[in-house]
Structures are given as structure tokens and as C-alpha cells.
């Protein structure tokens, strides 16, 4: 079993970046693959990005894509998620999971432990 804390979230201006962590313990993160996921207010929870176990894979969201970047290092047990170009549209909690079952995920049914989530809010 692997518990995951989010952390790197705040307040920033349109255009402005933040990066996410996503610090792992317990089972080391190497044996996951690792999503990023969002949830704005009165919106369902999306898919954002995801990392394989070696970090050699990645996937986006179309809605992201070009202007985030998830990495890991695994020695840290750690999942980045740097966010550039940041737009009003990506408020929301952001929350990492980790899955024992898919190589790479796109969903969050494919996903076994989550985070508490951390919130980012971007002004206009």
C-alpha cells in the first residue's frame, strides 16, 4: 500500500506557473504508474497527466497539452507536475493516484490510491 501527499498549491496569475509535488510512502512509487487528476467546483474529475512506472511514458490531456509536464524520480518517490501558461479554466484541486494494475492511466477507476488533493487558483 503506498500513501500519497500533494503539495505545491496556491494562488498565481494567468501566464504564471506552479509545480505540484506528489511524495509517496510506504510501498515505494516505483512499482506505480501515476495520474494527475482534477475536480474544478460543480465539475466532474478529469484526467490531467500520467507517468509509467520508469517515467519513460507520458500522457495529457488535450487540455494541457503543450503547457504541463509530469516527471518522477523515483529515488525520491516523487511526481512533479509543472503547470505553465496557467489559465483561469484550470482552477480546480488537483489530485495525484497511483495504480498497481495499469501500465499508464487515463481514468481514475484505473486508479487505486489518491491523495487529499491540492488546490491551485489562477486569477484572470
Known amino acids: 500500500q503506498v500513501q500519497l501527499v500533494e503539495s505545491g498549491g496556491g494562488l498565481v496569475q494567468a501566464g504564471g506557473s506552479l509545480r505540484l509535488s506528489c511524495a509517496a510512502s510506504?510501498?515505494?512509487?516505483?512499482?506505480?504508474?501515476v495520474g494527475w487528476f482534477r475536480q474544478a467546483p460543480g465539475k466532474e474529475r478529469e484526467f490531467v497527466a500520467s507517468?509509467?512506472?520508469?517515467?519513460?511514458?507520458?500522457h495529457y490531456a488535450d487540455s494541457v497539452k503543450g503547457r504541463f509536464t509530469i516527471s518522477r524520480d523515483n529515488a525520491k518517490s516523487t511526481v512533479y507536475l509543472q503547470m505553465s501558461s496557467l489559465k483561469p479554466e484550470d482552477t480546480a484541486v488537483y489530485y495525484c493516484?497511483?495504480?498497481?494494475?495499469?501500465?499508464?492511466?487515463?481514468?481514475?477507476?484505473?486508479?487505486?490510491?489518491w491523495g487529499q488533493g491540492t488546490q491551485v487558483t489562477v486569477s484572470s
Open positions: 510506504g510501498r515505494t512509487l516505483s512499482s506505480y504508474a
Open positions: 493516484a497511483a495504480s498497481s494494475r495499469y501500465w499508464i492511466v487515463s481514468a481514475g477507476t484505473e486508479c487505486d490510491y
Open positions: 507517468v509509467n512506472r520508469s517515467g519513460g511514458s507520458t
